[in-house]
């Protein structure tokens, strides 16, 4: 059998995605030849680094390694997936990102073992944020061209919207799996593929003459976008962490409904069409409903069936907010000393024309692509 891998078409951040990008092209060996070194590489590289979150070679080389467990991210040779290589410099990067989060966040209040107290404490705690609020900003002052520019940021994860979540599904049990399946059930679109929430984000995408395949904006985001991204994935991925996840759902969606409909509201102001604010508009009544399941029925009740994640389900929570404050603080920054927020430029003639739709495609961006065909 041909097993043909195209080089993935992303700019590399430094020596260490340099060299993994390389290896992904070829097929994955037992010797691990093609990424010899790379695990000490990783090593160094954690020890020369002073700020994990916003490293872009470690950010970009993590992403790279969660994209393995994830489709329509990197074509590689899926025996990279569990590549004792892979696994070993991911849990390196994990271990100091995890570490970073703890240090930078404060932990939360634990509240007593009880679905009522929980979801008290994450109200309270996604209430007492003080972060920047980007959809007023949205709302009411953004150009056209920041409103796509957020709509880049947000393509990494929302064009995955719910899949970091979902790998908690076979990690809960009981009443606790039964609520995180209900609210992912209507993520997914109820069973209709052009209702799936990515779906809908995808079609805001192409009404701004954006390209809708996964990651095709990868090199223009900053590395703290990809952490956002790389915290779900690492929670997710991590039994242990199966507090966090739940933590950090909960919190997603305790605070999407009101920013939502502002963000809504902006692209209204902006003369956009339905397709572009269709996504948002279906969050509003959706995610009010979600974040009272979350509260209760997914964070609470593991509260009570597992005592010892309600730490990390505040934790959880927490970093989502973080997360969140930072990404917008690095946006409203950038717009407020009228810069941009991208790591590069867009292409000039972005949301002149709506992009055609990709969906049937390939799903990797369209570059040039080296092909290297292998026998096995």
Known sequence: MQLSFPIAPFEARGPLSSQLLTALSLPADDSG????????????????????????????????????????????????EWHPTTIVARLAIERALESSLRAAIAQPPVPVSSPDAVARALFALTID??????????????????????????SIYTLKEADPHSWAIPRLTGRVKAALIEIQADEYGGGRPERMHSALFADTMRGLGLD????????????????????????????????????????????SSIPSRLYGDGFRRLG?????????????????????IAGRDLAGALAVDDPRTLPDIMFGAAVCLALDRWVANHLLAAWNDGRSSLRRPLPADVHDEPAEDHRAEDALPTRPLEIVTVAS
């Open 33 to 80: 030849s093609s990424l010899g070194g790379f695990i000490v590489a990783t090593a160094e590289a954690l020890a020369g680094c002073g700020d994990v979150v916003n490293d872009d070679d470690l950010q970009l080389t993590l992403f790279l390694l969660y994209g393995l467990h994830y489709d329509d991210v990197v074509a590689a040779d899926p025996g990279w």
């Open 272 to 292: 956009l069409s339905e397709c572009v604010t269709r996504y948002f508009d279906e969050h509003i009544e959706a995610d009010a409903v979600h974040e009272q």
């Open 212 to 255: 809708d395949r996964y990651a095709g904006y990868l090199d223009h985001v900053p590395a703290l976008v990809l952490c956002s991204f790389n915290a779900m994935s690492m929670f997710g991925l991590n039994r242990r962490l199966r507090g966090a996840i739940v933590g950090h759902l909960a919190a997603f969606e305790m605070t």
């Open 129 to 154: 944020d003080q972060g920047p609020s980007l959809s007023r900003y949205l709302a009411q002052k953004a150009t056209v061209d920041q409103a796509v520019e957020f709509i880049v940021h947000r």
